[in-house]
């Protein structure tokens, strides 16, 4: 579970059921084109372009559909500040799948504000604020120093598109198994001490597993652990 909003409390958004065209994101989210670095960066500081890495993705059928980007204070870094896109397959951009649909996540900045991040998974929409939820797979962080930065960007990308299947396939397997209510009580039991700290306000293991939408009245194992992760994000 993450959630964005906290991230990009304040900042300007599109969003639609259709990829993203350059025009619309460049109107929002001009940061997104930055062809070098922000002044204030110094010689050691690689640039990470994230249209290098978005066009590499749209090459792969994986299209943006919101993106946003966090106001500033210093007008001379609006084409430079922190941004973030949500990537689907073209084929899914406008699913309301219950159960979560693959995304890509991507962080970046070319102010310094924050390092190259791509985050991937099968994440589920939870309201307007920009949290999300799901199992996040893979987490790849990068700083903007070093030596053939760019490349390993790039092949990261390509990495994170290779395990989709893979997590697909797990996650059908989950869904499958369902759960009895001793196995469920069970489950929250083992969350417990890798969800929360051994502080005063943890919730019991019914609490945990409290669906929070209509949609997670259901016993199989993928909704269980949803269940589970959401809670953990909102406890906190």
Known sequence: M????????????TRANHPLEDDQLRSVVPSIYADMAHSSRS??????????????????AFEPFM???????????????????RLRHVSQIDSSNENGVNEIILLNSHDGS???????GCFRFVCQNGMVCGDTFQDIRVRHIGHDV????????????????RVSASREEMAAIT????????????????RFSDSDDKPTEQAVLNPRRTADNK?????TFNIVQLCGALHN
Not at 2 to 13: D, G, V
Not at 75 to 85: E, G, Q, T, V
Request: hydrophobic share 45%.
């Open 43 to 60: 010689d050691k500081y690689l640039h990470i372009p994230t249209i290098v890495v978005l066009d590499a993705l749209r090459k792969e």
């Open 67 to 85: 993106a946003c980007q966090a106001r500033v204070r210093d007008d001379s870094k609006i084409d430079f500040a922190k941004h973030m896109l």
């Open 219 to 223: 016993k199989d194992l993928w909704t």
């Open 2 to 13: 993450m959630q964005l909003s906290s991230r990009f409390a304040r900042c300007n958004i």
């Open 114 to 120: 924050s390092s190259y991040q791509m985050l991937a």
């Open 150 to 165: 760019v490349d390993n960007v790039i092949e990261g990308a390509y990495e994170v598109l290779n395990n989709f299947d």
């Open 179 to 194: 759960l009895s209510e001793e196995e469920q009580m069970a489950f929250a039991k083992a969350s417990l001490p890798l």
